[in-house]
Nanobody, 125 residues
């Protein structure tokens, strides 16, 4: 599985961005697809996951209510719609995928075997 992330950029606080993660090699609906982020000097943080098959979603507390994950099976792409962005959302955003993770592990980056290259999101105040 290869993942290609895109869509990052510079936005003012309160604005919106949409990130994309296109997979090759397997259908996205057969994978748990997640977004993590890493701010300078901080550990990588779980953002959200959309689970394989049924598409259940789990959000991290820092993004809940502002970010939405969804997928387009025809395009084999997962999207992260980010609204009401804050300066503290500034980070490199990574998409990740796993075909074998279990529910108790989906927030852990070690559960994911496949990673995209990261896309920078910068939110100015």
């Amino acid at each position: 599985v290869q993942l290609q992330a895109s869509g990052g950029g510079l936005v003012q606080a309160g604005g919106s961005l949409r990130l994309s993660c296109t997979a090759s090699g397997r259908p996205v609906n057969s994978l748990d697809m997640a977004w993590f982020r890493q701010a300078p000097g901080k550990e990588r943080e779980f953002g959200v996951v959309i689970r394989r098959n049924g598409g259940a979603t789990i959000y991290g507390d820092s993004v809940k209510g502002r970010f939405t994950i969804f997928r387009d099976n025809a395009k084999n792409t997962v999207y992260l719609q980010m609204n009401s962005l804050k300066p503290e959302d500034t980070a490199v955003y990574y998409c990740a995928a796993s075909g074998t993770s279990i529910l108790s592990s989906v927030r852990n980056e070690r559960a994911y075997a496949y990673w995209g290259q990261g896309t920078q999101v910068t939110v100015s105040s």
